[in-house]
């Protein structure tokens, strides 16, 4: 998308007008409930596709999932992030050679994208906006199910345009794909779940949750109660999806698959990478996600509501991330977005409620709780603003050739192996090394982009 970054002023203006369009038509069609959803879906996802038009990959974690996704259209069954590794270096997620770090669901619809539309950045952001567009969506049919139509079509605009769910899309968050992935396949799984019919469904969403973030994919069985019948139906699917990658794991990579599972739980107890926060890390961060009069309607619903149809679900979907990410010692605040389709439920039910008075404090109330958040996303799209110098940096890594070549004092190793089929470290090994690689054939380039 270089074009779009050249001419972002006009492509920003552009998608603004396009995003204002579709509203407009949303408003005027809102008696036919289900295309109305799909216009408001369509006003985030001109948003969405405007963010995700960054012509750089982002430095935490967008970079690392490209470059093993990219590596995964050679060897789909060998998670790689370093190819090749001239020299000796730290097996850790940052610099192995095998790369397990992430569960594979994210990384597999990069690399089909990149396939599909060639080595770009747009390409590895493509599946999140899809679903991202089909979450919200989503969001809209749970909203009228448990709601009104109203309530419905608020909701899925209220998820299309959330800024954290964007920016989680268009790869600029740390978490980005992965995050994105497990937030769409956890709503498309509750909203499956809420038809006993779609057990099967439910079951291959919720195992493609699993496979996107690990076990805190199972949220959808939590949140909404199933016969066990219906139930048991979903779980066998779930397994047989979920359960295949983490067996192949254990037996053809049994060291680094342990290493990695202790990693994972040492989340729990070690607040790792410096990722500290105290008891109440996630639950200020509430007001600038959802809107700052957010915690109004979470109180307005949750206390003033009580018995709701809805209620409990609500609850138990807020209520589970919230509660579990808050104990455990590593805390990144994009952790809990498994809860924002939930979140923008609960506001546009109250905002419509509010509305629906026809007093004043409360109609203005409820234009709070929708503007506040339109006014975020406005803020995390960062219209008109030209990343001039993350894009000079992309340009001159795409300038580097391909090859036995190895890119010592690289500011930017991982995207360096993006961009061109090289080997890129930060480190500079010693001149005997050096000069043992140039023997072996390798191209040394000192101090690279």
Known sequence: MIWFADHKALADAITALAAVASIAAALQLRARPRLAAALLVLAGTFVAFAMAADDFLHAWDERYHALVGLH??????????????????????????????????????????????????????????????????????????????????????????????????????????????????????????????????TGALAGRAVLSKWLIGLLPFAVVRMRWKHLAIAALVCAAIAAPWQIYLARAFPEAAALETQHRLAHVTTALDGHTGGIFFHLIRIPRFFGEVSPLALLWFFVLRRGAPAWGILLRWIALPYIFFSLIATKMENYVMQAAPAMALVVAAVAVEFWRMRKPLPMLLAAALVALPARYCVERWKPFHRFEEESAIARQLRSLPSGKILVIGARHPIESMFYADLVAIEEVPSEEQLRLLSEQGWQIIRGGP
């Open 72 to 201: 995964l259209t050679r060897h789909p069954l060998v998670p790689t992030l370093y190819e090749r590794q001239p020299i000796p270096m730290p097996q850790d997620w940052g610099h192995s050679q095998l790369w397990i770090h992430k569960p594979p669901l994210p990384l597999y619809f990069i690399a089909g994208s990149l396939e599909v539309f060639g080595r770009s950045e747009l390409a590895v952001r493509l599946p999140s906006l899809a679903l991202h567009a089909l979450c919200a969506y989503a969001a809209s049919r749970i909203g009228a199910r448990l709601f009104d139509d109203a309530t419905g079509l608020l909701a899925g605009f209220l998820v299309a345009i959330n800024g954290q769910l964007l920016d989680l899309a268009a790869g600029r968050k740390p978490t980005d794909h992965v995050d994105s992935l497990l937030v769409s396949f956890t709503c498309l799984a509750i909203c499956s779940a809420l038809s006993e019919k779609r057990s099967v469904l």
